[in-house]
């Protein structure tokens, strides 16, 4: 099937390159010149595992093409679009600047029967807005949320745990959604769920998705802080919970918390949304959940400044992480590059470390010291803290190894992924979040 994607970002350009790879032929439009010639180049303008071997594949095979030019999407059958919709400048609701952009931008080149189908995370009620100006050109809007995880984004947008399609109501749905499913056969083939319901069921579907994700994660950093005063371990509770299949383990990690472009925006938005709504109570606890998140940060740093005896000033504190998760290199409200800059306003000498991450963290926070190298950056540090769970830090890094490079003995483990025991007995005073 012909088919355009309008964004290129870390959705559209991986939605682009899966359709690809999966058999379509596919046109990423975006209006950024240099993530287009990136693209078209065969080269990912982000870290994401995959996905400059299937940029390259559907590039050679000549499925795939990327362009500035909206005129390029003339002549597909489905259009979807995956634009970003951060948080608005000086609020908590959804910039829609560029969702609205990409439709202006689209109508032009559209045609009798297209389908567009919304992938971007929106305020439910979007699609009900925009339908009346697709339909006037003749073609339909379904909404088709997105679930990728960022680090598994390739495998996720080929074989995802549901597909979820919202059609408008009679014939003209009905039509959309197979036109979908065809789009979608190869996994619907495996047997993955292929949900249709109505616009605001699927708007919802997506953002309460993440804002359970977030209250999980949350849920267990409360419980970290119940344990931090009684003495408790709240990671042998979250295994003990886990056990139950109701609740599940994944998910409940604590630690630093959430970051990144999803959750966090995400949470907030609903909240907004859900006040316009008259229904704020309804998601008030996602204050909370949002409230909770933030003061593991803080947390984190009480840590170090306890490891350190009261004081990071002038000390040298080596941060391993910059990455608001691993496997990425998406910067984008990291919980650990906010602990770098809490310490650093703290007087501390910060070196950060990632293995991705540091030319994004670099652009966005310069007064930090970055050094690309984990065991130079470890070179002289008076307490280290581990804030991405990258191998690097949590499994290949033995406290052995550390202490011939460290100035210090101090372990604050943000992620609650080190071995306690491990790192006493090599002499280290380790500090985890929740745990005694
Ligand atoms: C999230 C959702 O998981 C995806 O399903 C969704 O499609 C995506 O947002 C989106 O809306 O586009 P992502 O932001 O890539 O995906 O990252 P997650 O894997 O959800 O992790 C989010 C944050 O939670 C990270 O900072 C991670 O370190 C943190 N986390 C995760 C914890 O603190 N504890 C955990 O147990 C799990």
Redesign the pocket.
Known sequence: MRISVIGCGY?GAVHAAAMASIGHEVVGIDVDEQKISLLSAGEAPFFEPRLTDILAEGIASGRLMFTTEFAAAAGATVHFVGVGTPQIQGGYAADMTYVNAAIDALLPHLSEGDIVAGKS?VPVGTAASLEPRVSAVGATLVWNP??????FAVQDTIDPDRLVAGVPAGREGGRAAQVLREVYHPSIAKGTPFIVTDYATAELVKVS??AF?ATK?SFINAMAEIAEVVGGDVTVLADALGYDVRIGRR???A?I???????PK?IRAFSARAEELGRGESVAFLREVDEINMRRRQRAVELVVQGLGGSVYEKNVTVLGAA??PYSDDIRDS?GLDVAVLLHGLGARVTVTDPQAIPNARRQHPQLTYVADRDEALTGADAVILVTEWDEYRRELSPEHASGLAAGRVIVDGRNGLDPAAWRAAGWTYLGMGRP
Do not use: H, Q, V
Not at 146 to 151: A, C, D, N, S
């Open positions: 959705l995370t997105e679930f990728l995880r960022e680090g998705a993440n994700l994660i998910f409940l990690g630690g918390g959430f970051g990144g472009g999803c959750l995400d608001f998760k919980p």
